[in-house]
């Protein structure tokens, strides 16, 4: 089955500055790739995703890059703010099979 | 409200009981999953189920089971609970569509077992 790994698991930066979060996968047949945020107390929510059919996706602050070839993708967040504070799952999924999630990244903005 | 609700939110319960988490959604979606979040270990998935009749274990089942009442419930039991079953468990529900597939997530359960 497909395996996904996350990193890194912490990650600080200071407000203002990018942050960069990474993940790989092992099979190469996964073509939708989703990441969530968590907030403390919270369920993961869907921030942004990318298909496989695409190389990078931007949604404001936010942007994921995938590379098919050497089955990795990343999230990039720039201009950190505050509320940016959380933990970040990447997963990945083959069709309409079902997700698997990485580790999760616990990304800390210092003021 | 919310389209994925939990109950309970919290529970503290003692080694050898039986526990019961239940979930709902009103997305109206067919498929629903039991996540289980512990530190470092990211989100496992104990069962899913892709419609009402359709029950699969996940990577992590041993030690649970669940239920799928009706196409909006899915609950998860743990029979005879021990303290490593202490985390915090999720619910979630995707439809079937091949894009704008997304899972949404309940607000969790906080489980611990003494």
């Known amino acids: 089955g497909e395996n996904v790994e996350q990193h890194p698991s912490t990650l600080s930066v200071q407000e203002g500055d990018s942050a960069v979060i990474k993940c790989t996968y092992s099979d190469s047949a996964s073509n939708y790739f989703p990441w969530y945020k968590q907030e403390l107390g919270k369920g993961p929510q869907l921030i942004i995703d990318?298909?496989?059919?695409?190389g990078e996706k931007k949604d404001q602050r936010i942007a994921v890059t995938l590379n098919k070839t050497a089955k990795h993708f990343s999230l990039h967040i720039t201009e950190t703010q505050p509320e940016d504070s959380a933990v970040y799952f990447c997963a990945a999924r083959r069709g309409n099979e079902k997700l698997t999630f990485g580790t999760g990244t616990r990304l800390t903005i210092i003021p | 409200d919310a389209d994925v609700t939990q109950t309970p939110r919290n529970r503290i319960t003692k080694t050898g009981k039986r526990i019961m988490l239940e979930c709902s959604q009103t997305k109206g979606h067919d498929r629903m999953y039991w996540y289980r979040q512990d530190p470092g270990l990211g989100l496992r998935l104990i069962y899913y189920s892709f419609d009402v009749k359709d029950i699969n274990k996940g990577e992590i089942s041993d030690g649970y089971s669940v239920s799928r009442q009706a196409q909006a419930k899915f609950s998860l039991s743990l029979e005879s609970a021990i303290p490593n079953q202490t985390a915090l468990y999720f619910c979630?529900?995707?439809?079937?569509?091949?894009?704008?597939?997304?899972?949404?997530f309940g607000p969790g359960t906080r489980l611990t077992v003494l």
């Open positions: 979630a529900t995707s439809g079937t569509e091949l894009v704008n597939n997304e899972q949404f």
């Open positions: 990318i298909r496989s059919n695409v």
